[in-house]
C-alpha cells in the first residue's frame, strides 16, 4: 500500500490531536451547568440525548478520518498491463577520422553530425539505437538500447581522437552494424552511415547489398561542403595547429565522396543525405525512419499501485451524512 499525496496525512495526524483536545475539553464542560436549577437540567434532558450526540459526533469524526485518508490518494495493490513499444533497430555509424575536424561545415563536421544526430535521437519513440564509431578500424561504442539519455551521453563524448588508427573504414563499419543485432529478422533494421570520406577498402557496395539481403538498409549521410576543406591537424614536433600535408608535403583538402555515398545507398536499399550548412538536418531523416514499417520490440507486463481513493471517499461521505442527521433529541419525548 502507498499513498500518492503522503503530505496529507500531516492532516490525519492533525486531526487526532485535534481529537484529544476535544475530548479533553469535553471532559471540563460537563461542570458547565452545575449550578442550574432542576427545571434547566430537566429541559435539557428532555430536548437533547447525550449518548445520541457523542455517537453522531464519533461518526463525523471518523468520516473526517476517512475523507483525509481519501486525500492522500491511497494506492492498494498492483495493477497489470500490457505495455507494446513499435519502432525499428537503429545503428548510427559515425565517422571520427580527423577530417571530421574540418570546418566547411560550421562549427565543424563532427559537432554538425553530432548536433543532428542528437536531434535525431530526442524525436525517437520506442526504436532501439546502437552506435558504432569508425577511422581506420570500427568498434561497436554502443549497443543496441532503448535508454536514449545514455544515447546522447555516449554521444556526445565522441571525438576524433576516440580511434587512434587513422583512415575511413567504411567497410569495416558495416561489417560490425551487421554483428550488432541480437536478432535475425527480414527487416526492421537500418543503418545510419555519417561519414566524409571515401571506402579505402573497396569493399562497400558489396557490403552493403549482402546487407540489404539480410533486411539491413543503409542510409549514407555525407557531411561536408562541395569545395571541401583543408584539416588542421596538431603538430607532432611543437603541438601547434597546422594543416595536414600528404607525403609530398603537398596540403591536403577534403571533399565529400557523393558518389560512393549514393551507391552505398542505393546497394542498401537506403537514401542518401547531405550535412552540409544548409542542407537535410535530422527532420529529413526522422521522416524517412518514421515511413518505415514498425514492428514490436519487447512486450511485457507493466505493474503499477492501482488508485483506490474512490471508495475510502464514498465511505468518508456515508459517514459525514449520517452524522449530520442522526438527531439529537430524545426518542419519544417533548418539551
Given at each position: 500500500?502507498?499513498?500518492?499525496?503522503?503530505?496529507?496525512?500531516?492532516?490525519?495526524?492533525?486531526?487526532?490531536?485535534?481529537?484529544?483536545?476535544?475530548?479533553?475539553?469535553?471532559?471540563?464542560?460537563?461542570?458547565?451547568?452545575?449550578?442550574?436549577?432542576?427545571?434547566?437540567?430537566?429541559?435539557?434532558?428532555?430536548?437533547?440525548?447525550?449518548?445520541?450526540?457523542?455517537?453522531r459526533n464519533r461518526i463525523i469524526m471518523i468520516g473526517l478520518f476517512f475523507l483525509a485518508i481519501a486525500a492522500a490518494g491511497p494506492q492498494i495493490g498492483t495493477r497489470v498491463r500490457p505495455v507494446e513499444r513499435k519502432g525499428v533497430d537503429l545503428v548510427i555509424a559515425l565517422d571520427t577520422s580527423t577530417s571530421m575536424d574540418a570546418v566547411d561545415v560550421k562549427p565543424s563536421r563532427l559537432a554538425k553530425s553530432k548536433f543532428e544526430l542528437g536531434q535525431l535521437i530526442r524525436k525517437l519513440k520506442g526504436d532501439r539505437v546502437a552506435i558504432i564509431?569508425?577511422?581506420?578500424?570500427?568498434?561497436?561504442?554502443?549497443?543496441?538500447?532503448?535508454?536514449?539519455?545514455?544515447?546522447?551521453?555516449?554521444?556526445?563524448?565522441?571525438?576524433?581522437?576516440?580511434?587512434?588508427?587513422?583512415?575511413?573504414?567504411?567497410?569495416?563499419?558495416?561489417?560490425?552494424?551487421?554483428?550488432?543485432?541480437?536478432?535475425?529478422?527480414?527487416?526492421?533494421?537500418?543503418?545510419?552511415?555519417?561519414?566524409?570520406?571515401?571506402?579505402?577498402?573497396?569493399?562497400?557496395?558489396?557490403?552493403a547489398q549482402q546487407a540489404a539481403r539480410n533486411g539491413l538498409a543503409i542510409y549514407t549521410i555525407g557531411v561536408g561542403s562541395e569545395v571541401g576543406s583543408l584539416i588542421l591537424v596538431k603538430s607532432e614536433n611543437d603541438g601547434r595547429m597546422e594543416y595536414k600535408r600528404d607525403r609530398d608535403g603537398k596540403l591536403i583538402t577534403s571533399t565529400i565522396d557523393e558518389k560512393i555515398l549514393r551507391d552505398i545507398a542505393r546497394a542498401g536499399h537506403g537514401k542518401f543525405f547531405w550535412f552540409d550548412n544548409n542542407r537535410d538536418t535530422h527532420l529529413d531523416i526522422a521522416e524517412a525512419i518514421d515511413s518505415m514499417e514498425k514492428k514490436t520490440i519487447s512486450t511485457h507486463e507493466f505493474s503499477e499501485y492501482e488508485d483506490r481513493y474512490q471508495s475510502v471517499a464514498f465511505f468518508a461521505l456515508v459517514l459525514l451524512i449520517a452524522g449530520f442527521v442522526i438527531p439529537t433529541r430524545p426518542k419519544n419525548k417533548k418539551v
Open positions: 500500500m502507498a499513498f500518492r499525496y503522503s503530505w496529507v496525512l500531516f492532516l490525519v495526524a492533525l486531526q487526532v490531536m485535534l481529537l484529544l483536545i476535544w475530548k479533553l475539553k469535553e471532559k471540563r464542560s460537563r461542570a458547565l451547568f452545575e449550578y442550574a436549577s432542576a427545571s434547566v437540567l430537566k429541559t435539557l434532558e428532555l430536548n437533547l440525548d447525550n449518548n445520541r450526540i457523542r455517537w564509431v569508425f577511422a581506420g578500424t570500427s568498434h561497436l561504442y554502443l549497443p543496441l538500447t532503448t535508454d536514449y539519455e545514455a544515447a546522447l551521453l555516449f554521444l556526445n563524448e565522441i571525438d576524433t581522437k576516440i580511434i587512434p588508427t587513422q583512415g575511413t573504414a567504411i567497410s569495416s563499419a558495416i561489417q560490425t552494424a551487421m554483428t550488432a543485432f541480437t536478432e535475425e529478422k527480414d527487416k526492421y533494421k537500418i543503418m545510419l552511415l555519417v561519414t566524409d570520406g571515401e571506402d579505402h577498402e573497396g569493399r562497400a557496395i558489396e557490403l
